[in-house]
T-cell receptor, first 109, second 113 residues
Framework: QQPVQSPQAVILREGEDAVINCSSS?????VHWYRQKHGEAPVFLMI?????EQKGHEKISASFNEKKQQSSLYLTASQLSYSGTYFC??????????FGTGTSLTVIP | DAGITQSPRYKITETGRQVTLMCHQT?????MFWYRQDLGHGLRLIYY???????DKGEVPDGYVVSRSKTENFPLTLESATRSQTSVYFC????????????FGNGTRLTVT
């Protein structure tokens, strides 16, 4: 039930771009994205609903392809503050909400 | 302050003891969730609740018990703690399923010795 994310980890220099992918084996109605900094709770970034609408949050955007049961998170011109672990979240059945395996993102100067 | 609070923040207990982790939210959100977070496993769902008196199992419910007699509280009890239950536990709430964000508490770091 847990979505699979790729890559597991990525290191970027400030200003570089990154893409994080999330893939589910179940049909999805929506996908959530969260960021968690070390020692803190996950923080909500955005929700994407069926329809493939791309959402944006400053320089972070995402897309959702419900046919392929996949979502991608795009981070452009990365900043040091983007460092953390990114999780996608899905609800394939009932009220159970599952998080992906996580992607560790490190931005270096 | 409004929000979702967990207590305690840190807890050390011995194998075999019963431990209860508390979660309280002030938003009157219908949905509440308990997750555990371990290195290499991300966030795994233990139990969830769609409303007061409605609870159900998640991925890893064994060894845990929950209750929800009031909308705002969702305690998690480890009936007989084991070392494998050493983890960081997060409680979360949301207004609606699927289309509303999850709001997380600050977590409880539990160590079972």
């Amino acid at each position: 039930q847990q979505p699979v994310q790729s890559p597991q980890a990525v290191i970027l220099r400030e200003g570089e771009d990154a893409v994080i992918n999330c893939s589910s084996s179940k049909a999805l109605y929506s996908v959530h994205w969260y960021r968690q900094k070390h020692g803190e709770a996950p923080v909500f970034l955005m929700i994407l609903l069926k329809g493939g609408e791309q959402k944006g949050h400053e320089k972070i955007s995402a897309s959702f392809n419900e046919k392929k049961q996949q979502s991608s998170l795009y981070l452009t011109a990365s900043q040091l503050s983007y460092s953390g672990t990114y999780f996608c979240g899905t609800e394939p059945t009932g009220n159970q909400f599952y998080f992906g395996t996580g992607t560790s993102l490190t931005v270096i100067p | 302050d409004a929000g979702i609070t967990q207590s305690p923040r840190y807890k050390i207990t011995e194998t075999g003891r019963q431990v209860t982790l508390m979660c309280h939210q002030t938003w009157s959100h219908s949905y509440m969730f308990w997750y555990r977070q371990d290195l290499g496993h991300g966030l795994r769902l233990i139990y969830y609740s769609a409303a007061a008196d409605i609870t159900d199992k998640g991925e890893v419910p064994d060894g845990y018990v929950v209750s929800r007699s009031k909308t705002e509280n969702f305690p998690l009890t480890l009936e007989s703690a084991t070392r494998s239950q050493t983890s960081v536990y997060f409680c979360a709430s949301s207004v609606q399923r699927d289309t509303s964000p999850l709001h997380f508490g600050n977590g409880t770091r539990l160590t079972v010795t």
